[in-house]
């Protein structure tokens, strides 16, 4: 296996021809940001991982070439040096800078705090919109061991800027969170739920419906890859069982995105094991099949 696909610094480096920022419609935006996990760690190392085993994934996503057409160009990765407040900081204008050139800005984290910066970027830009957000918490308290800003809190910072939310797969929740769903209004489809309601067949129903009628047409996507059951998804600094299959995920992003505009999305909370290739693989393959919804499903581009 070649170094240089393993330490590649553009998605899909060695697959995708060269283009300009002006000429693509996706920006991958790397964001090696660890600062406030609390049991395995390894976040900082996600988006070189993710960025590398992208280059093992093929371009037909299983409807067409259309994300080859489109183009994906990737940024610097973003400074990450600093009080939490200017890593933020310096992820908005990196979205900023994405969205100034007509792109959708795809994050890879780094833990979840780091999709904040982009929810303040899009509100700025855009106002009010929703946010999805696939993940095994809540990340709905105030504070985590004082700090405002911990991953486990990025949720509640998003929903205080107005925006609506709507969680999937979660099954490890707090009295707190459980709280602030009720103060925000945040809608769920539990892991428990799913699990009672039959997993995929139910998801496959005709007519089953994932977001309430009067959710926002526009759309952020969050996805903490520990949303995935851990037999999947083992890197990740926390995970916990029963969570969402491959194909489970697959589904509930065709119930998420047609009909609606994806303002951006991310993919965080990856912390690569030494000599455990799959789960990066899964988590590259899984930013790509966001994108090939978007292209075929999403409202076109602003």
Not at 84 to 93: D, K, M, Q, T
Not at 199 to 216: K, M, N, T, V
Not at 227 to 244: A, E, I, Q, R, V
Request: charged residues 20%; contains cysteine.
């Amino acid at each position: 296996m070649s170094d240089c696909l393993l330490h590649a610094t553009k998605f899909m480096e060695f697959i995708m021809a060269e283009r300009t920022p002006e000429d693509c419609l996706f920006h991958v935006i790397p964001v090696p940001y660890e600062a406030t996990v609390c049991y395995g760690r390894g976040t900082a190392d996600g988006p070189s991982a993710l960025l590398g085993a992208s280059n093992f994934i093929e371009t037909w996503d299983g409807r067409g070439f259309s994300i080859v057409e489109s183009g994906i160009y990737t940024a610097p990765a973003v400074d990450c040096t600093g009080r939490a407040e200017e890593v933020l900081a310096n992820i908005s204008l990196a979205v900023t800078t994405a969205l100034d050139h007509g792109a959708i800005p795809v994050l890879l984290g780094g833990e979840h705090t780091v999709s904040l910066g982009a929810l303040k970027a899009l509100h700025s830009r855009y106002g009010s919109f929703g946010i999805v957000q696939f993940d095994a918490h809540g990340d709905l308290r105030d504070e985590f061991d004082g700090d405002r800003f911990n991953h486990g809190c990025v949720m509640r910072r998003g929903v205080e800027l107005g925006l609506s939310l709507f969680q999937v797969a979660v099954r490890n929740i707090s009295p707190e969170d459980m709280e602030a769903r009720e103060l925000f209004k945040v809608g769920h489809l539990d892991a428990d739920e799913l699990y009672e309601l039959g997993g995929l067949g139910a998801l496959r129903e005709p007519g089953f419906s994932l977001l309430p009628p009067d959710f926002p047409k526009d759309i952020y996507i969050t996805f903490d890859v520990d949303g995935l059951d851990p037999s999947l998804m083992p890197s990740t600094g926390t995970p916990d069982p029963g969570g969402l299959t491959w194909y489970e995920a697959k589904r509930l992003l065709d119930l998420v995105v047609p009909g609606r505009q994806v303002l951006g999305f991310d993919v965080v909370e990856l912390a690569p094991l030494s000599g455990l290739n799959g789960p990066n693989f899964t988590a590259a393959k899984l930013a790509r099949d966001i994108m090939a919804r978007i292209i075929y499903d999403g409202i076109a581009s602003r």
